[in-house]
C-alpha cells in the first residue's frame, strides 16, 4: 500500500506539532490515488438497491392490479406483525426527496423493480396507457441527477391474476413474463435506460414461495412441482432476454439477478479450493449452472431421479440466452470442504454469528470467493454485486441519530473482501447496497431494516444512519483504505 499523506499532513489533521516517530509504520492510506491503486477502478459504479413492492406503497393508484405479495400479505399469519406493503415507503410519492438523498450521498446509480401489475393489472392484453408513468417520471428524476437507472422487471410481484391460472406452475407464465419484459424495456431504453434484471433472485422466490410456503403464493409443492416450477423460471428467464433485446434501443445491457449460493472453502488447500468450484456448480445447478451452461449437471438429474423436470434441447438452448451482464446477490456463505466424492456443505454451528435476520450469517469472504469463482466457472461479459447489506436492530437516539455501527462492521468487511477480488481481476464492475431505505421485508414486515437511512413508518421522515456516512466516505475515496 502507498503511503499517500506525509507525516507533516498528517499532524496537521490531529492538530499537533509533529507525528512522534512511533507511528511511521503505520500507512496513513485514507485517499485513492489518481491510478486507483489503493481503491478500486476510477469507473466502478456505487449505488443503492430497493424493489418495487418493498418501496412504493400506493397500491391502489393508477389502475395497479392485485399482486400475490398483496394477497398474501392481506392473508392472517402470513407475515410479521400482519405487515403489507400498502404504503412501505411511499416511495410512489416520495421518490423526488429520495433521488435528492441518493445525490448527497454521492450514489452514481440506482437499481429499482417494475411492478409488472401498474403495466398489466392482469398480466397480459394490453397494457394501461399511463402504467409506466411513475417509472418514466423516476428515470427522468435520475437523469436529471446524473444517477444511472438500473431496471429488474419481476422482484417477485406476480398478477394475482395470473397466480389464478397457475402462476410459476403454468408454462404459459413464461411466456407472459417476456411479453411484458419487451414491452417495458422497449419504452424505457427509449428514454435512456441501458440496464435491464429479467429477474430477481429465482432461488429465493422459487424456493420459499413454492417450496416451503414462506413467500407468495405460500405453497408447498413436491419435489417434482418444484423442479418443473424451476424450470418455467429460468425459461422465462430466456424468453426475456429474448424479448428485450428484440424491443429494445440498440446497446441496452440485459442479465439478471440471482443469490447464488456461495461456497467458501473451509480451508485454504487446494483441494478444498478445488472442492468450492464443484460446489458452485453443483448447489446452482437449477439457476446459474442452467443459465451459464445450457444444461442441468448430471448429479442435479441423478438426484432428482423421477422427479427431475421435463425439458427440451431448445428449452435449453433459450435459457441460456447470452447475458451482458450477471447481477450477484450476496449476504452469506456456505462453507464447503473436499471429500471423495467431491465436496459437503458443512451445516453452520447454531452460534455462528449473524445480523438482526437469522438467515444473515457474518462471513464477508463470501465477497471474495463469490466473484472469483464465477468468474472462473462462466467468464461472464460483466459482474455487478447488485445486493449486498444486512438487518440491523436499528434504534434513534434522543439525539436524532442512528449509530449502526455492527452495520458499518458488515460493510467494510464485505467491501474489503470485494476489493481484494477485483484486484486479483474479478470484473466487478459496480456494488448496489441492499438497501437505500428500511423497507417492507417481505414475511419479516417491517421489523428488519435493512436501509442505510432510516424511515420512521408514522411521518415517512427519513434520517440517514451512521452507515450511509460510512458508505458515502467510500464511494469519495473509492474504497481506499478498507
Ligand atoms: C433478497 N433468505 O431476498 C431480496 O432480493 C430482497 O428483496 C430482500 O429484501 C433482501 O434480499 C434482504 O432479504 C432474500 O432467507 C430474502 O435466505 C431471503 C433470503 C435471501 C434473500
Known amino acids: 500500500m502507498k503511503n499517500l499523506w506525509t507525516r507533516r499532513d498528517v499532524a496537521r489533521m490531529l ?11 503505520v500507512s496513513f492510506a485514507a485517499q485513492a490515488d489518481s491510478r486507483g491503486e489503493d ?3 476510477a469507473n466502478f459504479l456505487w449505488g443503492s438497491a430497493t424493489a418495487s413492492y418493498q418501496v412504493e406503497g400506493a397500491v391502489h393508484e393508477g389502475g395497479r392490479g392485485p399482486s400475490i405479495w398483496d394477497t398474501f400479505s392481506h392473508t392472517p399469519g402470513k407475515t410479521a406483525n400482519g ?7 411511499d416511495f410512489f410519492h416520495h421518490y423526488r426527496d429520495d433521488v435528492q438523498l441518493m445525490k448527497t450521498l454521492g450514489l ?8 409488472w401489475p401498474r403495466v398489466f393489472p392482469t398480466g397480459s392484453g394490453e397494457p394501461l396507457a399511463h402504467g409506466l408513468d411513475f417509472y418514466k417520471r423516476l428515470v427522468a428524476e435520475l437523469h436529471a441527477n446524473h444517477i444511472e437507472p438500473f431496471c429488474t422487471l419481476y422482484h417477485w410481484d406476480l398478477p394475482q391474476a395470473l397466480q389464478d391460472k397457475g402462476g410459476w406452475e403454468n408454462p404459459d407464465t413464461a411466456h407472459r413474463l417476456a411479453e411484458y419484459e419487451g414491452y417495458v424495456a422497449g419504452e424505457l431504453s427509449r428514454l435512456g435506460v441501458r440496464y435491464f434484471f429479467t429477474i430477481n433472485e429465482m432461488r429465493t422466490f422459487v424456493e420459499l414461495g413454492y417450496g416451503n410456503g414462506t413467500h407468495a403464493p405460500g405453497l408447498k409443492l413436491q419435489r417434482k412441482g418444484l423442479a418443473q416450477v424451476r424450470h418455467n423460471v429460468l425459461l422465462a428467464h ?43 456448480r453443483e448447489e446452482n445447478a437449477g439457476y446459474l449452472t442452467a443459465i451459464f451452461e445450457g444444461r442441468y449437471t448430471e448429479r442435479y438429474l441423478r438426484e432428482l431421479g423421477d422427479d427431475a423436470p421435463r425439458f ?7 435459457i441460456a440466452s447470452p447475458i451482458d451482464a450477471v447481477g450477484l446477490n450476496i449476504y452469506t456463505p456456505t462453507y464447503v470442504r473436499s471429500t471423495p466424492d467431491g465436496y459437503r456443505a458443512l451445516p453452520m454451528p447454531d452460534n455462528f454469528p449473524h445480523m438482526a435476520s437469522d438467515w444473515l450469517k457474518v462471513g464477508p469472504e463470501c465477497m ?8 472462473e466457472a462462466w467468464k461472464p461479459r460483466a459482474m455487478y454485486i447488485t ?69 420512521d413508518y408514522k411521518t415517512q421522515k427519513r434520517t440517514p444512519k451512521l452507515s450511509a456516512q460510512f458508505y458515502s466516505s467510500v464511494i469519495a475515496s473509492r474504497g481506499a483504505g478498507l
Open 108 to 115: 452514481q446509480a440506482f437499481r429499482f423493480s417494475v411492478a
Open 387 to 455: 445486493e449486498n447489506g444486512c438487518s440491523a436492530a436499528d434504534r434513534m437516539t434522543e439525539q436524532g441519530e442512528v449509530l449502526d455501527t455492527d452495520r458499518i462492521m458488515y460493510l467494510r468487511n464485505c467491501l474489503g473482501q470485494m476489493l481484494k477480488a477485483v484486484k486479483e481481476g474479478a470484473d466487478v464492475k459496480g456494488y448496489f447496497v441492499w438497501s437505500l431505505l428500511d423497507n417492507y421485508e417481505w414475511a419479516d414486515g417491517y421489523g428488519k431494516r435493512f436501509g442505510v437511512v432510516y424511515v
Open 39 to 41: 481503491g478500486f477502478p
Open 83 to 89: 405487515d403489507t406493503g400498502d404504503v412501505a415507503d
Open 312 to 318: 427440451t434441447s431448445e428449452e435449453m438452448r433459450t
Open 15 to 25: 492538530g499537533i506539532a509533529a507525528v512522534p516517530t512511533l507511528l511511521p509504520a
Open 238 to 280: 430466456g424468453l426475456s432476454v429474448q424479448a428485450i433485446r428484440a424491443k429494445s434501443s440498440p446497446g441496452v445491457q440485459v442479465g439478471l439477478c440471482e443469490n447464488p449460493t456461495v461456497p467458501v472453502p473451509v480451508t485454504l488447500r487446494a483441494e478444498d479450493i478445488h472442492a468450492a468450484a464443484i460446489a458452485l
Open 368 to 375: 471474495y470467493w463469490g466473484p472469483k469463482l464465477i468468474q
